[in-house]
T-cell receptor
Framework: NAGVTQTPKFQVLKTGQSMTLQCAQDMNHNSMYWYRQDPGMGLRLIYYSASEGTTDKGEVPNGYNVSRLNKREFSLRLESAAPSQTSVYFC??????????????FGPGTRLTVL | GQQLNQSPQSMFIQEGEDVSMNCTSSSIFNTWLWYKQDPGEGPVLLIALYKAGELTSNGRLTAQFGITRKDSFLNISASIPSDVGIYFCAGLLSGTYKYIFGTGTRLKVLA
């Protein structure tokens, strides 16, 4: 039981390049999330998927797209990377079906640098 | 954007001391979560709270869900060096799937 896994762990891009961050969970959770974390700040929600087949914008969605590929996988795409997207990206999941299932679990993160 | 007010921002304490931190918001939450994050790692869930007034413990950690549903508190008793890290609160906005995070409390324990 690996929980939430993310690939890659580290990535360096040049301005304008594109890439996709991958996330998978093996807890049979309905809801999945992408956050970014910048120095001295908390986690800010980029996009989330409340259930398979749905996606919604979070607080900072500009410059990103997401795909909920199936119940297990939720990917984040940067179409044209910018230096302002240098950050640590975390994927998370939660059961999302009932009050007692609102615990959210995080992956280890992807450290992205855009030059 | 929405964020929780978390305080203190940082604190240095002596080993063996008790620690308190809190989060407040103008929004109502139906779940409060407390996390610890070590350098280079993802946040790890410490405690989850589901009802207003609920008090929950996990070893030396105790957290409370505020009566107004707009705040939460975390206490760490008899701190030890491995308690060092950043502690985050997170609230699930009532009626949504969105979690709002505090800006973190950086804890340093002096042996």
């Amino acid at each position: 039981n690996a929980g939430v896994t993310q690939t890659p762990k580290f990535q360096v891009l040049k301005t304008g390049q594109s890439m996709t961050l991958q996330c998978a969970q093996d807890m049979n959770h309905n809801s999945m999330y992408w956050y970014r974390q910048d120095p001295g700040m908390g986690l800010r929600l980029i996009y989330y998927s409340a259930s398979e087949g749905t996606t919604d914008k979070g607080e900072v969605p500009n410059g990103y797209n997401v795909s909920r590929l199936n119940k297990r996988e939720f990917s984040l795409r940067l179409e044209s990377a910018a230096p302002s997207q240098t950050s640590v990206y975390f994927c998370a999941s939660s059961d999302g079906r009932r009050l007692a299932g609102n615990e959210q679990f995080f992956g280890p993160g992807t450290r992205l640098t855009v030059l | 954007g929405q964020q929780l007010n978390q305080s203190p921002q940082s604190m240095f304490i002596q080993e063996g001391e008790d620690v308190s931190m809190n989060c407040t918001s103008s929004s109502i939450f139906n779940t409060w979560l407390w996390y610890k994050q070590d350098p280079g790692e993802g946040p790890v869930l410490l405690i989850a709270l589901y009802k207003a007034g609920e008090l929950t413990s996990n070893g030396r950690l105790t957290a409370q869900f505020g009566i107004t549903r707009k705040d939460s508190f975390l206490n760490i008793s008899a701190s030890i060096p491995s308690d060092v890290g950043i502690y985050f609160c997170a609230g699930l906005l009532s009626g949504t799937y969105k979690y709002i995070f505090g800006t973190g409390t950086r804890l340093k324990v002096l042996a």
